[in-house]
């Protein structure tokens, strides 16, 4: 397994924070990497968890609290109906049990929290490419092979995991093949898409969901 470099744990995520309405005040976001994330966001609480402990230790000096460790590792620790606002961006596809995530963040939110972020998927067209064609599945240092993903998600597995738990969902795909490729790559992979299915042409799934 490939060790990680330091850009790897930063990110505002501008993709995501576009759709994001900031008018959220208690806000926890798992995985928070450096907490560059907080960025985005004013005049709030804002509390992380991070495994990374380089990265963690940077989180500390930006967020009002941070917790080293897994959500299942410290979520005893987090106060109960309390955040308005969760983040997971590109989190659940590195959980060790993903459905304890989202059986217990229930009890972490207030009412009419929310939760936020964005999910790979496995169905891209140049990893389907890759898999169908030239029957290739490579992990890598990041991206939707990255080799600390330990499960992968399509648009419609997720969406069942959500249906499942008992949550309300708004799907919004996001990094496209219309903004990450150009020229000749791009139209092949259009055409393809077309046999695929739309949901192949985004690279990742922004997802905001609550509680029914």
């Not at 990680?4 to 309405?21: M, T």
């Not at 590792?73 to 987090?78: A, T």
């Not at 049990?97 to 972490?108: A, G, P």
Request: net charge positive.
């Amino acid at each position: 397994m490939q060790s990680k470099q330091s850009s790897y744990y930063k990110g505002d995520r501008q993709d995501v924070a576009s759709l994001i309405d900031k008018r959220y005040k208690k806000i926890l976001e798992i995985g928070c990497g450096d907490g560059s994330f907080s960025f985005n966001f004013n005049r709030c609480e804002y509390y992380g968890i991070e495994p990374n402990l380089s990265a963690w230790k940077k989180s500390k000096s930006i967020l009002t609290e941070s917790y080293f460790g897994t959500f299942e590792q410290v979520f005893k620790d987090l106060p109960d109906n309390y955040f308005d606002l969760v983040v997971v961006n590109d989190v659940i596809e590195h959980m060790q049990d993903h459905m304890f995530f989202f059986d217990n963040i229930k009890q972490k939110m207030s009412d009419g929290g929310v939760c936020i972020g964005s999910i790979p998927n496995v169905r891209f067209i140049p990893n389907l490419v890759n898999f169908i064609f030239r029957k290739d599945w490579q992990y890598v240092g990041d991206g939707i092979l990255d080799d600390t993903h330990l499960r992968f998600f399509t648009q419609k597995s997720i969406k069942r995991i959500f249906k499942e738990k008992m949550y309300i969902e708004e799907f919004i795909g996001i990094n496209s093949i219309e903004r990450l490729y150009t020229s000749h790559k791009y139209f092949i992979y259009l055409l393809l898409s077309l046999i695929f299915g739309k949901d192949s042409k985004f690279m990742q799934f922004s997802f905001r969901v609550r509680i029914k």
